[in-house]
């Protein structure tokens, strides 16, 4: 690692990750560069890397490019060793056309933003249910994409297939179809078009079949770590496991990582963005965040205003005030964010034990 001769003192630590190996730099108190090297992206690399750092003074912080990606593996590892870390945005394309673009620049960058207070974001800790929650929604999300996939090609050959063929099955329930295409039999010659589309539904059919079964373990499995994870978000009206799991992984394993109801807020984009001229005073649709918790929280949006009296009473006041429905829904969608930023980091209630409701003697 080339370096300068320092006293040893605080240092801030930098690194720019990629799929294979990771470049850290060293910055002192001044913001002197210390010292760069790189290392591979390998559990012995990443203590390595660990170590090289703490031998150039006490380490104070290490900002820490994609800690959601490549960096995710250095976080978890710099963490676990009692080193703060701070998520680091990529410099943007002005920095980069005035500075230049290396490993090494990028590195000292990350770690300039974090000694001067630029970069402060806590990154996701990734290590416990709710980590697991997010990996296997991700296999979810994939398999009902796929399963979408399956039954509109399946609508689609059938609009072209030969009549007897689609006539046989016009009147049938999607369930049903599926059912039928699957047991459909094509035969060994496959040059007439009618074979052929028998067999390609057939496939298809048995495809949604399987992605049925894979979608159904898989709810399943996440279930019960939702439950586990957060019991008092899915006590709230109109929050499901699919709507719960994404909004627990939005927030992460260490929800407490966002400071205020409001940093929550825009976290899902539903934080309202002033967008004031003149004497005319009014709000404009954020489209920031991650639009994912957002569309969690749009889904929990209108079951509550179908079922919910509370809900039904503030959207029936809010109407007679003149507001559009399309305004009601984001002031909605705030005061949802607010009651599920409180549900995720309310302390858990203290179980309690046989011995604590017996009578006093």
Known sequence: MTSMTHDASEITGGVDTHGLTHHAAVIDRLGRHLADREFPATV?????????????????AVGVEGTGAYG????????????TVVDVD?????????RGKSDPIDAYAAAMAVA???????PKSRDGTVEAVRVLRCARRSAVKARTQAINQIRGLLVSAPATLREQVAHLDRTALIRTLARLRSGTDLSTPLAATKAALRRLARRHQALDVEITELDAEIGPLVKQAAPELLALFGVGPETAGQLLASAGDNPERMRSEAAFA????????????????RHRLNRGGDRAANNALHTIVPVRMRYDERTRA??????????SKKDITRCLKRFVAREIYNALTRPPAPQTSKADLAPAA
């Open 44 to 60: 012995h690399g990443y203590r390595d890397l660990l170590n090289r750092l703490r031998s150039h003074g006490t380490v104070t």
């Open 266 to 281: 825009h976290l899902t984009g539903v934080a309202p963005i002033p967008a004031s001229s003149g004497r005319t005073h």
């Open 116 to 122: 001067s207070g630029r970069a402060t974001a806590v």
């Open 314 to 323: 503030y959207v029936a006041r809010r109407t007679m005030e003149g507001m």
């Open 72 to 83: 995710a593996e250095p976080t978890r590892v710099l963490t676990a060793a009692g080193v």
């Open 90 to 98: 990529r410099p943007d394309r002005k920095t980069r056309r005035t």
